[in-house]
């Protein structure tokens, strides 16, 4: 109390600088906290940008969550928009600042620095892209909002990111002929290919035309040219096609920053400096697996803010490697993921086990349940879970709750069978889809039933047998397969005594009971995960992605 | 696969029995499976029966999920309606059944017996309670809802448990004038009283008049008598008072059963006969804290049904501790919770730490933001979770999952506020209720904010102060409070520093900034818990009623 009161400076003034500034006056009610904020505002809700151009968020103003003022009154933060650090001095501990509004340059000593600069759009080398409009800030919202207002109909959003698509959505709700552009092959790459096919056709349902798989090559104010040579009309162009820690004013400190960008920083939030911490975007964080990470997500921002606040007041404090756990509304639909997809584990040269389901979000005798889309990635010998994806209806959010929960928390594939979850028919079934996957996973691990992958199917020598009913069958099937309801298969079962098969159900389940009968009666028996469903998805994905395996 | 093959039979086909029945069935296609089911219904979804009531669930036929010839094709299983099992010969490993179509006497050998035969409504020795109509099997419910049909407009529901709960929210949709009467002092006993209220309040905005606190002594075909001599009149007595589980046969075959009721089993679910098992309803658990439990819910009969069958076809099983997970919808409002309540807790002679919290279901700025009021119990020294109870609006349920999974992982307190919930915000904060929980029990463990609970305040010697602004003042406020708004009290603290101050504010959120602050300006101040909010709720509660403490 009698000490000299600590000189606490913050660089950036939205979701980690913030959460630091707060949570540290909290603490310490003699510290002197300085936050130096770039734009014009802090503190505001930039998540929540892209529902201000539907309206869905009529007013702008509940986008602003405080203000310096607000700020000062309740908090007794010396808040200062407008305010860019230029440079840092190690040394002398101390900022160079420069007041934009008057151009006065000054130096601002510290005794601790936190750097939560965020990150800045990326603005690819190509021309015409200065007349396309970014959106991480509230003046790029205003811009971008009366832009929609004034000019025609065509809009294109490149990028189909979890932002682009929130941008595209927002767009086409507004009334807008909207052109969805993404380089990959693929919308939303955080999600594996089958998934994401879903998520494009919700797209395409709603009007949004999607073109993946094509860069582009130029921008002008009636048109994007794609890099084929496409020409789309486009009287406005909003660009999504990701962001770039902010790291330079640490790189020019002499800070450790990593090859491809971002701060590096130890587990208490420090980077090579000790008196220097940071967080959100700027920063890079390990991820599930422990591997160094950047993870632009708001959680983890608002998490290390607070966790440097606890550092400074001299609590412990450790951020460990943590799974991402990112999600987007697209229209009707809800897409999510946490941790690793199959992809991105392929690329550490693992080779996962696979489990996809088509649960219904509650028991099926209760109204309005709609199909939840899940995907489980993990290791088939030990049941290490390495992520999981989930599109679909209410109620996915929840499941990619609990599964990030689970995976944060070190359970196995297998423990999700043992999760007591809630039970009651307006919100689940007996059995909910996070325990469905953990049976499945259990008996993929166990190997009571060997399974084959929507993308094993083409170029099997085995018979392919769709145990569903006819009805099913005649709706549409496996080209070559012949139907042999589940029901009918003891009867029937010398028909297929002769060759190994692949059975296939709906959505996998009754075709696990169906290799299961046959194996038992002596027949080598797959069974295709994730059944017609996948499969369905799965031959929608384009034939130029890399398909797993 | 040479061997002579198993034969197994089980006693009940609902949940638990039907669940072991096909697991087991896809595990070994030579097993003999006979499966003995007293009542007229097998694999029915008796967790859907109050819906049809109301026709929320128009189609009754769609609460039959098998028959007996649906699970013979399917399956292969010999299921026998109406058979009723009358005794148990350990010894020479057999059954006595009663055929009661027949009325014919057999007997059946078994290598493995599974008793699943559920649990059977208190029928309290009471005047007229033949009259009245329980609610477990279908014909339960075509009588039941044939009797609304008829008779006049009077409905009566005694017991204000979950099932309780559910019949008399579907009798109100089917346009009944319903009373809901409970011997205990609060509707739903799983939840502690200060949440209960919000329930309470939700049926009586909604038609409902409720009566706690005071039994039925009897019941005639025109009114239900209460035991303080009020007569109700009631066309129509629907009984839920609860269950006690059927464990007559077991006890008669001289299986281990506890004192209260219950077949005793072992952590693979064997009985104190290793070739009997128990499974669902009739089977005592064990909770969170590892002590034998009785837990009527669905999730465990399915699961144990499972394990069961794994055990006997030779897999390693282990049934641990659970926290109890139940969840209602009650009109608009979810009231679900996991573990133990405070009540609970205390019982068992420990002094729990409490957190209450108010937040929205997702951001503020987004429309559709419903409140939900969460309590989070647990251990102010280690952090060890004893359970959580949740009562709101969409996103209630997520909650009490992600707390069901944490609390089943083993997390402490703390660690909630680490998890890597999704967040965008139609579906959550940046940071979640859930983290928030996590972040609130901190500053309780760490002694930061002292806290004080709503039961607290009667009686505190302490100066209270509302640190909310004039107008959330003016609209009602704690008797006796003074109104010093958070942003004013460095400017007023003159007039705070010379007693024990008690500052609230709305939720309990601008309380701890408050609390922080005078904290470290030398007041002695603490915060209440849960904010006016809870106040509020709690004085609702009915007096008669214990306080905790």
Redesign the interface.
């Known amino acids: 109390m009698n000490h000299v009161p600590l000189n606490i400076v913050i660089v950036g003034g939205v ?1 980690g600088g913030m959460s630091a500034a707060t949570r540290l006056r ?5 510290a002197r906290i300085t936050v130096l904020e770039r734009g014009e505002h802090v503190s505001f ?1 930039n ?2 940008l892209p ?1 201000h151009l539907s309206d ?2 009529p007013d702008r103003e ?2 602003l ?1 405080h203000t310096p003022e607000s700020l000062a ?4 933060l010396d808040v200062r928009t407008r305010h860019e650090v230029t440079a840092i001095d190690r040394e002398a501990r101390r900022v160079t600042v420069t007041d934009q509004r008057s151009g006065q340059v000054h130096v601002l000593p510290y005794d601790k620095l936190i750097l939560s600069p965020g990150a800045a759009p990326i603005l690819p080398p190509l021309p015409g892209v200065p007349l396309a409009f970014p959106l991480r800030t509230l003046p790029d919202l205003d811009r971008l909002k009366a832009a929609a207002k004034t000019r025609g109909p065509n809009a294109v959003v490149i990028g189909a990111g ?1 932002i682009g698509l ?1 941008v595209a959505e927002n767009l086409r709700e507004a009334g807008k002929a909207v052109t969805l552009v993404e380089a990959a092959p693929q919308v939303l790459p955080p999600l594996d290919p089958e998934l994401a096919v879903l998520v494009q056709r919700e797209l395409e349902r709603h009007g949004v035309t999607v073109i993946s798989g094509v860069g582009f090559s130029a921008i002008t104010e009636q048109s994007v040219t794609l890099a084929d040579g496409r020409v789309l009309p486009a009287d406005l162009v909003a660009l999504a096609v990701g962001v770039r820690p902010e790291d330079t004013l640490a790189r020019q400190a002499g800070l450790d920053v990593a090859g491809r960008g971002g701060i590096l920083v130890n587990g208490q939030l420090q980077t090579s400096d000790p008196d220097i911490y940071a967080v959100g975007d700027a920063a890079l964080v390990r991820d599930a697996l422990g591997n160094v990470a950047f993870v632009p ?7 290390q803010g ?1 966790l440097v606040a606890d550092h400074i007041a001299g ?1 412990d404090v450790s951020f460990g490697g ?8 697209v229209f009707g639909l ?1 897409a ?1 993921s ?1 941790g690793l997809n199959e992809r991105q584990v392929r690329a550490l040269g693992l080779t996962p086990a696979v489990v996809h389901t088509h649960p219904g979000s509650h ?5 309005g349940a709609e199909p939840i889309h899940l995907k489980l990635v993990f290791d088939a010998r030990t049941g290490r879970i390495y992520g999981a994806q989930a599109v679909g209806g209410q ?1 996915t ?2 499941r ?3 599964l ?3 995976l ?4 196995s594939a297998e ?1 999700l ?12 079934s ?3 889809p996070v ?1 469905m996957l953990g ?1 499945v996973a259990q008996n993929v691990m ?1 190997g ?1 039933t060997r399974t084959r992958q929507w993308h094993e199917v083409a170029g099997t020598h085995r018979l392919v047998v769709d145990v569903r009913e006819p009805a099913e069958y005649a709706r549409g099937s496996i080209p070559g397969a012949v139907n042999v309801p ?2 009918d298969l ?1 009867s029937r079962l010398d028909e297929l005594r002769e060759q190994p098969v692949l059975v296939y159900c709906q959505v996998g389940q009754r075709g ?2 169906a290799a ?2 046959l194996t ?2 002596g027949v080598d028996a797959v069974n295709l995960d994730g059944g017609f469903l996948t499969w369905q998805a799965g031959r929608a994905v384009p034939t130029r992605l890399p398909v797993p395996g």
Chains 1, 2 share one sequence.
């Open positions: 979701a909290r603490l310490d009610e003699h809700a998540c929540g529902y869905a968020i509940r986008l969550l009154a309740r908090f007794r979890f929130e997500l708001a959680w983890g921002a608002n998490r607070r609590r943590h799974p991402a756990t990112a999600i987007a509304k809800t999510a946490t028991a099926g005798y209760y109204p109620g959010d929840k990619i709750d609990v990030a929960t689970a944060h928390a070190g359970l423990d069978a043992d999760l007591p979850l809630a039970y009651a028919p307006p919100y689940s007996a059995k909910d325990n049976y166990d009571l589940l029901n003891r696990h009971a299961r009968l038992e009666l």
